[in-house]
């Protein structure tokens, strides 16, 4: 068994620790949808969860599971469950554990999509509260007897808010509530969520842990921390062996099972491959973004800058206290005489693109694309202007990101 200490390591080699058919270095991709058994009775064990084995290709696949092994040990985690996509993984986590009446607390600081998708929730039943996730008193004074969850982001998009991670964990601990925690913005290489109590870890996969853009994805990891017992929402059939893994189980056969959001073989291994270069990657991209934002900071034909690199972010000192590294993605607002549509029309190496996470750095005008359903009011209470772009750095040389910016500037200039 090679030594896995270092977090690359742990990535590079974790299919090395169960057995790869025909001595491949990486589990291959295994492009089935049923497994046949000799025996029915084996077949039914199976199924019955008493027996290890493959029964669907909704519910389990090797490939799909040698991602999701190498998910869980990046987190520090118990058990992980992949789906198709990061707003499949959270709607079904929603959709396996609380039921009509529940009450779940986020953070106002949120993706759009899944703004959207909390919406949809509170619209059968299920209400959520949207607070400033800054502040932990915000998050206490929305605690209701039917609460059962409390969801945050770690880093904000677009506007890089910091949560009060390490303070909702507590108050979560306190309360026996569900800390649930979308750690994409950071990834594990630069924090993992269970160290502030986290009971359930969220990644898209499609962003950073993947990091190439070609492939869709979405995980939870269950940290092992949470006392299932106490979970009024459990089915008694899904309380069977580790107690830690109730909750991922239900969220497994429930959630995904039903659910049917899946996690295609050739996605996982494209995924899979692509983690193998997350540090890598990283380390290049935080680098690049604090020259960009210290560069665009300096800039007269820029109002502001949101990164948490900056000492200027008022949550400066606590992402500097959690993170390995403050992120690779950033926003700026333009000086309003700046027209948006020239200056993004300008830009020749930065692409114009709705992603993050890419090899690739990517822009977006915040307001005007993934933000636009929200309106302007509940835009205006997030902090995104109209004139917002949003930054998702990639591994290009600094020096030419930085010359592209100068030379979009210029070019939105021209009379």
Known sequence: MPLLDGFTTR???SDRLDPIEHGSL???????????????????????GRQGGFTYGRQVNPTVEALQTKITRMEDGVASVCFGTGMAAIGTMLFALLRKGD???SSAYLFGNTNSLFMSFAAQGIDVSFVDATD???????????TKLIFTETIANPVTQVAALDAIGELAAEKQLLYVVDNTMTSPYLFQPKSVGASLVVNSLTKYIGGHGNALGGAITETGLFDWAGFSNLYDIYKQGDPRKWGITQIKKKGLRDFGAALGPEAAHHIAVGAETLALRLERQCASAARLTAFLRAQPWVNAVYYPGLTSHPQHSRAMRLFRH???LFSFELAHQVDLWRFLNGLRVV????????NRTLAIPVAHTIYHEMG???????????SLIRISVGIEDADDLERDFEAAYAAASEQ
């Open 11 to 13: 990535i590079v080699h």
């Open 26 to 48: 990486q589990k291959p991709i295994h492009a089935t949808v049923a497994y046949g058994y000799d025996d029915a009775r084996d077949l039914a064990a199976v199924f019955q």
């Open 103 to 105: 009450h779940f607390i």
């Open 136 to 146: 932990v008193d915000a998050v206490r004074a929305a605690i209701r007897p039917e």
């Open 326 to 328: 403050p992120g690779a």
């Open 351 to 358: 692409i114009k693109s709705s992603n993050l996470g890419d």
């Open 376 to 386: 302007a009011q509940r835009r205006a209470s997030m902090g995104i202007d109209d």
